[in-house]
């Protein structure tokens, strides 16, 4: 799987958007970029993924660049129980076990 | 609908010691696995379960040992605990799509190894 760099944190306020980079710049064509949080030590959560078009659904949108070397997350109206880490991953659809590996994530804290 | 199911919450042991930590998904999810996250850094896979029957090594094995059974339980074993084991669990399981996976985790067990 390719590896992505993030950054390690990020400050955003309240009722404001959280707009969280990715560079995924060895991805391969057929690999995916997905997002989990992980809000205060719980387990991971599923956010959002995709492959090459830009996706929403009611958490968040994920916009990837033509190039497919780097993707943003965005939270269009930041809450503070958005304060959490955010890992982008990017993995490919034949990964064997079907196992995700997670870096170390970007820190964001929402504040008021 | 519990979806996955981690006990117990927190284990104290003493080294040397072995125990199993429990990972229960009701699902019926094809794929699980289970992780490891020592404090402050990412997720680390141990091992991972592809069925009932078939398991394989993650990135850190060893002193770990697992079985899968069943489709729903996919138990985690501390042979002889050492301190360097000091973390929180998660189990995780997952299904596979032709546009990708999505992993659902447990709440996590927090072992402490003195």
């Known amino acids: 799987d390719a590896k992505t760099t993030q950054p390690p944190s990020m400050d955003c306020a309240e009722g404001r958007a959280a707009n969280l980079p990715c560079n995924h710049s060895?991805?391969?064509?057929?690999?995916?970029v997905y997002w989990y949080r992980q809000i205060h030590s719980q387990g991971p959560q599923y956010i959002i993924h995709?492959?090459?078009n830009n996706e929403t659904n009611e958490m968040a949108s994920l916009i990837i660049t033509e190039d497919r070397k780097s993707s943003t997350l965005i939270l269009p109206h930041a809450t503070l129980r958005d304060t959490a880490v955010y890992y982008c991953?990017?993995?490919?659809?034949?990964?064997?076990?079907?196992?995700?590996?997670f870096g170390g994530g970007t820190r964001l804290m929402v504040k008021p | 609908n519990a979806g996955v199911t981690q006990t117990p919450k927190f284990q104290v042991l003493k080294t040397g010691q072995s125990m199993t930590l429990q990972c229960a998904q009701d699902?019926?999810?094809?794929?699980m696995s289970w992780y490891r996250q020592d404090p402050g850094m990412g997720l680390r896979l141990i091992h991972y379960?592809?069925?009932?029957?078939?398991?394989d090594q993650g990135e850190v094995p060893n002193g770990y040992n697992v079985s899968r059974s069943t489709t729903e339980d996919f138990p985690l074993r501390l042979l002889s605990a050492a301190p360097s084991q000091t973390s929180v669990y998660f189990c995780?399981?997952?299904?596979?799509?032709?546009?990708?996976?999505?992993?659902?985790f447990g709440s996590g067990t927090q072992l402490s190894v003195l």
């Open positions: 995780a399981s997952s299904y596979s799509t032709s546009t990708g996976r999505k992993l659902f």
């Open positions: 060895t991805i391969s064509g057929n690999e995916y």
């Open positions: 995709g492959l090459k």
């Open positions: 991953i990017v993995s490919g659809a034949n990964n064997a076990g079907n196992m995700l590996t």
């Open positions: 699902m019926n999810h094809e794929y």
């Open positions: 379960s592809v069925g009932a029957g078939i398991t």
